[in-house]
């Protein structure tokens, strides 16, 4: 048995953000507004990118945009304020110009489910156009399928 320490484990399929539910994100009654769950798949998204070596800033001062093109969520329980929120996101699909991600995001203390949702995003370059990942940020996303 050879201990090899310059090899390295390929990251895990998914990367898990959890966060408090702030008073902002909810209506008059504590209950979170719907599209928060949709900026909450972002924060899921950014941060599995940023956990494979690269954050969303530097993928743009590369010269590539990721432009949502579909958008899937089902609304299975209410979050509400304070409670403790967990969104894991998983790479599901990873092509030359589109990658799609799932999300789950559930309460953090008890496992409930809250929402399933999906994002489809295309490559974009600086002008808006699709376009082919980079080797290197094509890369980021080969190491997590």
């Known amino acids: 048995m050879t201990n090899d320490s310059s090899v390295v484990a390929p990251p895990p399929l998914y990367h898990d953000v959890e966060f408090r539910v702030r008073y902002a994100e909810t209506d008059q009654m504590g209950v979170v507004y719907h599209t928060n769950y949709l900026v909450w798949c972002e ?42 929120i ?41 002008n808006g156009r699709p376009t082919s990942f980079p080797s290197g940020i094509r890369a980021l996303f080969e190491r997590a399928e």
């Open 43 to 84: 924060v899921g998204r950014t941060d599995f990118i940023r956990a494979r070596g690269m954050s969303y800033a530097d993928m743009e001062r590369a010269g590539i945009g990721l432009a949502v093109s579909e958008l899937s969520a089902r609304f299975h329980a209410a979050a509400r304020y304070d409670n403790m």
């Open 86 to 126: 967990r969104v894991r996101t998983t790479l599901a699909e990873a092509r030359s110009r589109r990658v799609v991600f799932d999300y789950l995001i559930i309460r953090a203390d008890t496992g409930d489910r809250l929402v399933t949702a999906r994002t489809a995003l295309i490559a974009v370059d600086a």
